[in-house]
T-cell receptor, first 113, second 110 residues
Framework: SQTIHQWPATLVQPVGSPLSLECTVE??????LYWYRQAAGRGLQLLFY??????ISSEVPQNLSASRPQDRQFILSSKKLLLSDSGFYLC????????????FGPGTRLTVL | SQQGEEDPQALSIQEGENATMNCSYK?????LQWYRQNSGRGLVHLIL?????REKHSGRLRVTLDTSKKSSSLLITASRAADTASYFC??????????FGDGTTLTVKP
């Protein structure tokens, strides 16, 4: 069966520090991968989307970047965090070529102070 | 406003009652999905209804889709305290991407 992992679960970082969040998927090949951010009490904002290794689509211009160095690994990064980067970050995957169900990781709570 | 808006924003009911949540959207869709999120956790997929379907059931869940009104509803029958969560609709917009609403927060009191 497929599983999706995210780490760390929580992170507190000072303004101006770098960021690296990692997401890995097991049990499937060539998945679509997604990074979302969720503000408190709100829905999900799609940040990045990837259909394959090295293929990244950015949905919202911002202080963040994403990379997919391996088929089932998706990394969210920042060189210098801003206060506004605080939030709940969720990674998700869907089957290749599918517009259907997305499967979510447990999320990372990021607080920038 | 964004695609996929849920209504009401918050709903509080007693255990055993039915809960109905609605979702409206603005543009054509391939499918519409409902997800549940327990506090501080990831989203869990509940049910998907395609644009050519009108109603779908899964256990205590019933989803309807009215493409002429661009709306969907999620009915949870015989609610339980464990159903307390936020519920989101998401509209599939091709290329594997979906747009999520802000959700309905459901509280089921024992």
């Amino acid at each position: 069966s497929q599983t999706i992992h995210q780490w760390p679960a929580t992170l507190v970082q000072p303004v101006g520090s770098p960021l690296s969040l990692e997401c890995t998927v097991e049990g499937t090949s060539n998945p679509n991968l997604y990074w979302y951010r969720q503000a408190a009490g709100r829905g999900l904002q799609l940040l990045f989307y990837s259909v394959g290794i090295g293929q990244i689509s950015s949905e919202v211009p911002q202080n963040l970047s994403a990379s997919r160095p391996q088929d089932r690994q998706f990394i969210l990064s920042s060189k210098k965090l801003l206060l506004s980067d605080s939030g709940f970050y969720l990674c998700a995957w869907s089957a290749s070529g599918s517009t259907d169900t997305q499967y979510f990781g447990p999320g990372t709570r990021l607080t920038v102070l | 406003s964004q695609q996929g808006e849920e209504d009401p924003q918050a709903l509080s009911i007693q255990e055993g009652e039915n809960a109905t949540m609605n979702c409206s959207y603005k543009t054509s869709i391939n499918n519409l999905q409902w997800y549940r999120q327990n506090s501080g956790r990831g989203l869990v997929h509940l049910i998907l209804i395609r644009s050519n379907e009108r109603e779908k059931h899964s256990g205590r869940l019933r989803v309807t889709l009215d493409t002429s009104k661009k709306s969907s509803s999620l009915l949870i029958t015989a609610s339980r305290a464990a159903d307390t969560a936020s519920y989101f609709c998401a509209t599939g917009r091709g290329a594997g991407k979906s747009t999520f609403g802000d959700g309905t927060t459901l509280t089921v009191k024992p």
